[in-house]
T-cell receptor, first 109, second 114 residues
Framework: RKEVEQDPGPFNVPEGATVAFNCTYSNSASQSFFWYRQDCRKEPKLLMSVYSSGNEDGRFTAQLNRASQYISLLIRDSKLSDSATYLCVVRYNDYKLSFGAGTTVTVRA | GAGVSQTPSNKVTEKGKYVELRCDPISGHTALYWYRQSLGQGPEFLIYFQGTGAADDSGLPNDRFFAVRPEGSVSTLKIQRTERGDSAVYLC????????????FGPGTRLTVL
């Protein structure tokens, strides 16, 4: 079983729509949680950390449910530039990141 | 400022050959990581350096893979007797100290083994 599982999508949405997706993780000792964004043939870049209380960064909202071991990301008012692969990432020690396979989002005009 | 750089950006080699992939971390970053990303998958951890020493090499798939960081800055990932299954993007990341700090990724080296 993979440490981090994600729905691969693709999620194909019109501009202005809201899109949400989540991931599950298997290691209950996981300490830190993140969403990374990866554009085609580019490196992953940190989008946001995810906190237990939930947190927002502009149009992006992340939630963490430790009891059920899942993490979610919601994108409001989607822009064309939001088209990317979103990687769910978990860290359960001081350094090793475990990545999901990614959820592909395509925003169309 | 300069980010993490990796060379070459692309490497095509034949099965059985030896390759070296180089990573230049962000200046002042003591922690360095190598990950491997296969098509359609997320990056997978290979090795973590704190300074010159490999603090965790548990992700290296077998003894054909080896990495060094002799002066605590530039790192080289070495793959002996390459196999077609080694084809992937090899990503390097660095962070200020330990992984508690954000890991910044380089653009990767796309390795193709024919």
């Amino acid at each position: 079983r993979k440490e981090v599982e994600q729905d691969p999508g693709p999620f194909n949405v019109p501009e202005g729509a809201t899109v949400a997706f989540n991931c599950t993780y298997s290691n209950s000792a996981s300490q830190s949680f993140f969403w990374y964004r990866q554009d085609c043939r580019k490196e992953p870049k940190l989008l946001m950390s995810v906190y237990s209380s939930g947190n927002e960064d502009g149009r992006f909202t992340a939630q963490l449910n430790r009891a059920s071991q899942y993490i979610s990301l919601l994108i409001r008012d989607s822009k064309l530039s939001d088209s990317a692969t979103y990687l769910c990432v978990v860290r359960y020690n001081d350094y090793k990141l475990s990545f999901g396979a990614g959820t592909t989002v395509t925003v169309r005009a | 400022g300069a980010g993490v750089s990796q060379t070459p950006s692309n490497k095509v080699t034949e099965k059985g050959k030896y390759v070296e992939l180089r990573c230049d971390p962000i200046s002042g970053h003591t922690a360095l990581y190598w990950y491997r990303q296969s098509l359609g998958q997320g990056p997978e951890f290979l090795i973590y350096f704190q300074g010159t020493g490999a603090a965790d090499d548990s992700g290296l798939p077998n003894d054909r893979f080896f990495a060094v960081r002799p002066e605590g800055s530039v790192s080289t990932l070495k793959i002996q007797r390459t196999e077609r299954g080694d084809s992937a993007v090899y990503l390097c990341a660095s962070s200020l100290t330990s992984g508690i700090n954000e890991q910044f990724f380089g653009p990767g080296t796309r390795l193709t083994v024919l």
